[in-house]
């Protein structure tokens, strides 16, 4: 199928470049701003880094397409030069160093030269070097150890630390500009390089062994705050604190403050923090001001029944953004507690909104049902991602709502054909988001693991429901699946499907559901604990709660909403559990696994196909081989994305099966 009118392929989709971070100047008279693309040949994602000129309304390359570039785009104070990190390759191995560009030569150059490569950086105030982060040098230690007797870890013992360092700004261009440019049979050290092996970088915690999550500079250059915990898990996250350096001092500040979550904001006179307290994943966060003065905390008052995200503090308040169901809006909290509405329009999604240090100016993303996602300076769109668009026959996608059983009333997408035909019922696909806190939203191809727009065009429609414990619908309905996962988000599934019949739009007898992540763990659930579907994928899904918290790297996560361990409360852990059901299990279902997934262990995979294997109901499983919790490669997803295709095709229209044993394109 070509030329005007046709729908996208599924390469097509995954080919789409996309606008992602980006930043304004002091003035708001630049933007950087990245650009991620596929490059099929090497199989992986490029970025670029471009300039935006909101005075001459030009656009200019500054990073091409390369593996290399890693992104964190950031000016300095002073709007001279831009900040962002490569990976640059030594021997064997790559490491992530700092690179400046200066804007008006646009000229780059490498500042960082460390030796395991740089984490985090941000500026300092006065634009003169970096505050940076690095893995600790310590887990040499390890390294050695490894060589010697093979690898090996002490579990929670063996903790990666952060090290803080100064990196001079001055001091690092000139060794790019001069020894590091020779070849290195001629690069001499210094006694000071000897000395000191961070140099050129000064390293700040000699003493503090944690890991550094999050780094924010004050705007008088004295202090840095820092949210740190034990390690970088996500189990130590729940252990998070926040420490205050003082850089002329050299003095370290360790705060409690109870409830503690992190997102950290100087105000504009250094004399406040902004953060956030939240007592649990499953409630609303709130914002408080901490005194650096006189160390009291207070609690900022909002009527936003949702959880809320401080993006900045600038002179005129706090910005700020929350979801409301499938929009986003931002805010201006000014210092009398007054909101000032940035943009809220409903069905327009905004995203990385961010001011010039005036406040006269501002950037955001945004995408609505028409668009892809677009950069805007000024509420003035100024990239034109959304031109593929033209000519292409996409899905109608429309929010409907039904009641559920248990009186909640359940929102989502239903993606129809173009010509959708009211006299005529559809086979229907149910596409079930992760998180659970996650969202489905109307806009084009906005699902990069399954393929609705392909999906459409084979002749099914689509519901995407956000269950219970989506967010943007408040905490009451997100904390409504608490002690019963599973149940009560199978019961909005199958209620939405109902409506969807009892409404005309579709043939009962041709239902199918897939869902990665939380949305697998409601897929397995729907495999084991009902007969209503023709076919069933899980993705990356859960089968048993109680392998799952004895293996996973969140085990926080059944606590928060189960409301105990397995060992404490069997009961619910098998109330809730897909593997609890398995003996009326009766639906072909193919079962899609990363090898080397943290979040939710392979274990959970080789469980529920085992039983389905053992009850020979011929279950399929792809395990696709040292992927983590999701696919971060064009093929994997599109093997992803075809499998499923024709799997459904094959169970719900009766298409041959052979297309879903993927084979070497000729």
């Given amino acids: 199928m070509k030329g005007k009118g046709r729908n996208f392929s599924i390469e097509e989709m995954i080919s789409l470049s996309s606008i992602s971070e980006s930043a304004i100047n002091y003035d708001g008279s630049k933007v950087v701003y990245e650009v991620t693309s596929t490059d099929w040949h090497e199989n992986q994602f490029v970025k670029e880094l471009w300039l935006y000129d909101t ?5 200019f390359l500054l990073v091409g397409k390369s593996e290399a570039y890693v992104g964190s785009p950031k000016w300095s104070p002073d709007g001279k030069r831009i900040a962002f990190i490569l990976n640059v390759k030594d021997k064997k191995e790559a490491h992530h160093q700092l690179f400046i560009c ?50 090996f870890t002490y579990i929670d013992e063996d903790r990666v630390n952060s090290n803080l360092f100064y990196l001079d700004l001055e001091l690092g261009l000139s060794i790019s500009k001069s020894r590091y440019q020779l070849p290195k049979d001629l690069v001499k050290k210094s006694k000071k390089d000897k000395d000191n092996k961070f140099y050129p970088a000064v390293l700040l915690n000699k003493e503090q062994k944690f890991y550094i999550h999050q780094m924010t500079i004050s705007p008088d250059n004295k202090k840095l705050a820092l949210v740190t915990a034990p390690s970088p898990t996500m189990e130590d996250y729940d252990d998070i604190g926040l420490y205050l350096y003082e850089i002329e001092s050299k003095n370290w500040e360790s705060i409690t403050i109870d409830d503690f979550a992190g997102n950290v904001h100087f105000s504009p006179d250094s004399s406040q923090l902004c953060m956030s307290i939240q007592d649990s994943w499953l409630k609303n966060n709130q914002l408080a001001l901490y005194d650096l003065k006189n160390g009291k905390l207070r ?32 805010y201006l909290l000014d210092e009398h507690f007054e909101l000032k509405v940035i943009l809220e329009e409903n069905g327009v999604y905004y995203h990385n909104v961010h001011f010039s240090h005036n406040g006269e100016n501002f950037i955001h993303l945004e995408r609505n049902e028409k668009t892809l996602l677009e950069l805007y300076v000024n509420k003035n769109r100024v990239s034109n991602q959304s031109l593929v668009l033209k000519g292409r026959e ?11 059983k248990d009186g909640y009333e359940i929102e989502g997408v239903l993606s129809l054909p173009k010509d959708y035909d009211e006299e005529k019922r559809y086979p229907l696909l149910v596409i079930i988001h992760g998180g659970p806190t996650g969202i489905s939203f109307p806009f084009p191809l906005g699902n990069r693991l399954y393929p609705i727009e392909t999906f459409v065009e084979k002749g099914f429609i689509i519901l995407e429901p956000n269950y219970r414990g989506s967010a943007g619908y408040g905490e009451k309905f997100r904390s409504s699946n608490y002690k019963n996962l599973g149940v009560g988000d199978y019961e909005d599934v199958i209620s939405g499907v109902d409506y969807l019949i009892n409404q005309g739009y579709a043939n009962k007898d041709q239902v199918g559901v897939m869902g990665w992540s939380q949305g697998g763990y409601i897929s397995a659930y ?85 039983a389905l294997k053992e009850l020979k109901l011929e279950p399929k499983m792809v395990i696709y081989e040292n992927m983590d919790h999701g696919p971060s490669t064009p093929g994997l997803i599109r093997a992803i994305n075809r499998q499923n295709l024709n799997w459904f095709c094959h169970h719900l229209l009766g298409e041959p099966l052979e297309a879903y044993y993927l084979k070497k394109e000729k």
């Fill in 55 to 59: 005075k001459d309304k030009r656009h």
């Fill in 102 to 151: 200066e804007v008006e030569s646009r000229e780059n150059y490498q500042v960082s030269h460390h030796e395991k490569g740089l984490e985090k950086y941000v500026w300092s105030s006065d634009s003169k070097g970096f505050y940076c982060t690095a893995k600790s040098l310590d887990s040499k230690i390890k390294e050695d150890r490894d060589l010697q007797y093979g690898k």
């Fill in 299 to 330: 609690k900022v008052p909002l009527s936003i029944d949702e959880v809320v995200y401080v993006t900045q503090w600038i002179d005129k308040g706090i910005i700020f953004s929350h979801l409301d169901k499938t929009s986003s809006k931002y």
């Fill in 394 to 404: 996409l899905p109608e996608k429309k929010m409907i709502q039904w009641m559920n």
């Fill in 526 to 610: 729907c495999t084991t604990f009902s007969d209503r579907f023709k076919a069933i994928s899980v993705g990356a899904g859960i089968s048993n709660w109680e392998t799952y918290y004895f293996n996973t790297d969140i085990p926080k996560f059944t606590k928060e909403y189960l409301g105990d361990v397995p060992f404490r409360d069997k009961a619910i852990y098998e109330k809730t559990s897909p593997m609890t059901h398995i003996n009326k299990a009766k639906t072909p279902t193919l079962i899609q696994h990363g090898s080397a997934d943290q979040r939710v262990p392979v274990a959970n995979a080789h469980e529920l196909y085992r």
